[in-house]
């Protein structure tokens, strides 16, 4: 069992290093989406407020969320090719284990 974990997580992967490059990029921008729209939100409801100033900060929430957008479409692919890679390795790999612990209690 360990071994498999092993495989799973292994940090000599490129693509799992990928995966975690991309979600350590990602996690900090998705903190900075939600305070740039929380700050749009209280541009918005202050009425003194310019407009320019409520579309200024509309826009940089924007440009974060197609930045966001642009990892998520990079971050599906590599995942799904994990998840792929997981499959494979669990259907081939752990029934040769399983093949070969019937054969070793068969004897």
Do not use: C, W
């Not at 975690?20 to 990029?25: G, Q, S």
């Not at 310019?50 to 990892?71: F, N, P, V």
């Amino acid at each position: 069992m360990e071994e498999r974990q092993f495989l799973y997580t292994s940090n000599n992967d490129p693509l799992i290093r990928d995966i975690r490059i991309l979600i350590d990029i990602l996690n900090p921008l998705a903190s900075s989406y939600r305070l740039l729209v929380g700050a749009a939100d209280e541009f918005n409801g202050i009425t003194l407020a310019h407009k320019s100033d409520l579309e200024a900060a509309i826009k940089r929430a924007d440009d974060m969320g197609h930045i966001i957008d642009d990892i998520d479409k990079k971050l599906k692919p590599l995942i799904k090719a994990l998840i792929k890679t997981m499959d494979y390795y669990d259907e081939n790999i752990i029934n040769l284990d399983a093949g070969f612990i019937e054969n070793e209690s068969s004897d």
